[in-house]
């Protein structure tokens, strides 16, 4: 099987997250025992899924498109990116039936459904125009790569740039993983 270039690997992730956002959507309003342990296990895998998408995105793709497209456009990506960490962290303490939970994933889902359309609408389209399919090839491959040993959890005291997420990375991950494994919280 060949390697995915990285726009059809980002939008595959972008796809498998909103399967997730619609799942949880079905759930809405439903507070009974079963429903929570479905809200929180959804919501773990988004989580999981969302940071290691963004890491993989700052470290990797966000650099090559400040460098050959716009440092704006990928200064808006990290911001968002880190909107979404927040609430994140913040979504990781709550209690699945407490109202605070649906609240902020609420939040959450907003806030992906934005980035995924301005990524989608803009980003992808520009990085098609400048990128040669074989750097986008090689890029998928990175991206691929990186997401198996990226964090699973969010840091939101790390900046979402390249260097700090890159320093933080090897321990942050480790301690995610292990603290994954620890509790049981599935990676997939």
Do not use: C, W
Not at 126 to 136: G, S, W
Not at 156 to 169: K, W, Y
Request: glycine share 4%; aromatic share 4%; charged share 35%.
């Amino acid at each position: 099987m060949a390697d995915q270039d990285v726009i059809t690997l980002l939008e595959q992730d972008h796809r498998e997250i909103e399967g997730i956002f619609d799942e949880l959507e079905t759930l809405r309003g439903d507070h009974s025992d079963a429903a929570n342990a479905k809200r929180k296990d959804l919501t773990d895998r988004v989580t999981i899924e969302l940071v290691r998408h963004s890491v993989a995105e700052e470290v990797l793709v966000y650099p090559e498109v400040a460098k050959e497209i716009s440092e704006d456009e990928a200064k808006h990506a990290r911001e968002e990116h880190a909107e979404a960490e927040e609430t994140l962290a913040k979504l990781e303490k709550l209690d699945p039936g407490d109202q605070a939970f649906d609240d902020e994933l609420a939040t959450l889902m907003q806030e992906i459904r934005h980035h995924i359309r301005d990524e989608e609408g803009e980003m992808f389209a520009h990085m098609r125009q400048t990128f040669p399919e074989d750097d986008l090839q090689k890029m998928g491959s990175r991206v691929a790569a990186f997401k198996k040993v990226a964090p699973t959890h969010p840091h939101p005291n790390v900046p979402n740039e390249a260097l700090p997420r890159i320093a933080a990375g090897p321990m942050a991950s480790l301690v995610d993983h292990m603290r994954d494994l620890a509790t049981g919280r599935s990676k997939t």
